[in-house]
């Protein structure tokens, strides 16, 4: 038995001297080790490692801990030191990084109201974007009564033709009352202006490619609907309410709020994408019809 033992101490070892043996100089492993920090998204920083054979560890110039990628907010020289503790070679490397001059998503993909909604968000071009429309009740009734809905001067909200159905669908309508009251949206965001709403076209060329861009490709949509969903925008046609309290238009279009009041007396305006017409309507709304609401990041 103890021959046995002795046996494979033996052949551990000569495993361990092959090894050895076989591996290059210290001085050429150390010559081979490479490091390489890349930008992910708009602040990450990423370090690419190459022939480390090790363990490895990292150490930041602005003194973050042990690890291999970092979230940034300023602009600056970022250095890393790559140590493979296997033969102790270190490889450093530095990324100039810009901090980024518009509101985008950075190296987030999702964002949660105050009621614990969770929304996928977007960026595009220099902005970032809701994917779904805003669902909070904050606090606001739902007023299913078309006569009430219709008189109602406060923030209220409802789902398509009342059906609780249609809520994971398209999420909620609400008047343009809801929206003025600033708590549709997460600390940080809002309901973008019509000027915010411009910036987004603008991005996507025109108004008709942005109309192909922002719409999800989805059968929810009726007819033989030009959709790419491009943008990631992902609009849905959760159609509106009317201000006498009645629902329209769902499956053919998708509506949705801007901050801006407009100059015709209890009218705001609103945006409208078709499902049959490859544009965007920008008009005013009676501030009691129902649409649907995107928030973007501040």
Avoid at 21 to 46: F, H, M, Q, V, Y
Avoid at 173 to 202: M, T
Avoid at 261 to 285: N, V
Wanted: hydrophobic residues 35%; glycine residues 10%; negative net charge.
């Amino acid at each position: 038995m103890k021959v046995v033992n002795y046996l494979w101490i033996g052949v551990a070892f000569l495993f361990a001297l092959t090894i050895q043996t076989c591996r290059k100089p210290i001085d050429d492993e150390c010559n081979s080790l490479r490091a390489k920090i890349i930008l992910e998204g708009t602040d990450r920083l990423t370090v690419m490692v190459s022939n480390g054979i090790g363990t490895l560890s990292y150490q930041w110039s602005n003194g973050t801990g042990d690890l291999s990628s970092i979230v940034v907010s300023e602009s600056g020289n970022y250095c890393v030191t790559v140590t493979d503790h296997l033969n102790t070679c270190t490889a450093s490397s530095c990324y100039e990084y810009t901090k980024s001059s518009g509101g985008d998503c950075g190296s987030f993909s999702a964002v949660m109201d105050d009621e614990n909604n969770l929304y996928d968000i977007v960026t595009i071009g220099s902005q970032c974007w809701m994917k779904s429309n805003v669902s909070i009740e904050a606090g606001f009734p739902k007023i299913t009564d078309p006569v009430e809905w219709a008189s109602y001067t406060k923030p209220a909200w409802c789902y398509y033709e009342n059906n609780v159905n249609n809520g994971p669908k398209y999420q909620k309508l609400y008047n343009w009352y809801a929206v003025k009251s600033g708590k549709l949206c997460p600390n940080g965001w809002h309901i973008p202006s019509l000027a915010e709403w411009e910036i987004l076209f603008k991005f996507l060329k025109t108004d008709s490619l942005a109309a192909v861009g922002m719409r999800k490709v989805d059968p929810l949509w009726i007819g033989n609907v030009n959709a790419t969903n491009s943008s990631g925008f992902s609009a849905l046609p959760g159609g509106r309410r009317q201000a006498g309290g009645s629902f329209i238009y769902e499956g053919t279009e998708a509506d949705f709020w801007t901050s801006d009041e407009s100059k015709l007396a209890g009218s705001s305006i609103g945006i409208t994408i078709k499902s049959t017409f490859d544009g965007i309507t920008k008009i005013d709304w009676g501030k009691n019809h129902g649409f649907s609401c995107r928030c973007l990041k501040n």
